[in-house]
């Protein structure tokens, strides 16, 4: 089946100590993007890649980093977590950016950062 | 800016209701609307978009419709189930930009 996979589901990581999370999808859209959600919150788009094209969000902070380095996979580099950079961080994608059905979005099952 | 807004917080119903959740926003100029379900500690699942030029969808069991002149949209669930329980979430996406904008989203919980 054509999905969106996130690796690791659970990570844990020291206060500072550079994190990678991964996310890979097998339907070959364009768009892929990255989502905070803390506890009870909204997600919250951090940036997204549309093909090549990185678009960071005007609030997301510049601990926060991000690399696709082909259409499958996308990678979010958290530089030095923060306890309060604890969080749900979901991957997800699109096959355009259009007006059409085509920016319905796919969820990958989310990595659950604890940071110590 | 536009804000999405989903009342109630929670829900409990017992199980075989027919249930409303709903969604509102503050900008009628949207693309399409997103409901997605989420299970505790786990990501979104898509239930159904509505693109600005429906006024319905439907899935099985789930019903959505929207009416952008008024800022709603609304999840219908019929006969719901235990197995319905789950958070779920509306997400709009205002004409001319990218990205959706989350609610909080509505607890439910179905008691067998």
């Known amino acids: 089946d054509a999905m969106v996979i996130q690796n690791p589901r659970y990570q844990v990581t020291q206060f500072g100590k550079p994190v990678t999370l991964s996310c890979s999808q097998t339907?070959?859209?364009?768009?892929m993007y990255w989502y905070q959600q803390k506890s009870s919150q909204a997600p919250k788009l951090l940036f997204h890649?549309?093909?090549?094209?990185?678009?960071n969000e005007a609030d997301t902070p510049d601990n926060f980093q991000s690399r696709r380095p082909n259409t499958s996979f996308c990678f979010l580099d958290i530089r030095s977590p923060g306890l309060g950079d604890a969080a749900m961080y979901l991957c997800?994608?699109?096959?355009?950016?259009?007006?059409?059905?085509?920016?319905?979005?796919?969820f990958g099952p989310g990595t659950r950062l604890t940071v110590l | 800016k536009q804000e999405v807004t989903q009342i109630p917080a929670a829900l409990s119903v017992p199980e075989g209701e027919n249930l409303v959740l709903n969604c509102s926003f503050t900008?009628?100029?949207?693309?399409?609307l997103q409901w997605f379900r989420q299970d505790p500690g786990k990501g979104l699942t898509s239930l159904l978009l509505?693109?600005?030029?429906?006024r319905e969808q439907t899935s099985g069991r789930l019903n959505a419709s929207l009416d952008k002149s008024s800022g709603r949209s609304t999840l219908y669930i019929a006969a719901s189930q235990p197995g319905d329980s789950a958070t779920y979430l509306c997400?709009?996406?205002?004409?001319?930009?990218?990205?959706?904008?989350f609610g909080t989203g509505t607890r439910l919980k179905v008691l067998a």
């Open positions: 900008d009628s100029a949207i693309y399409n």
């Open positions: 339907l070959n859209h364009n768009v």
């Open positions: 509505i693109q600005s030029s429906q």
């Open positions: 997800a994608t699109s096959r355009d950016l259009g007006s059409s059905s085509y920016n319905e979005q796919f």
């Open positions: 890649y549309y093909d090549k094209d990185f678009n």
């Open positions: 997400a709009v996406r205002t004409s001319g930009t990218y990205k959706y904008i």
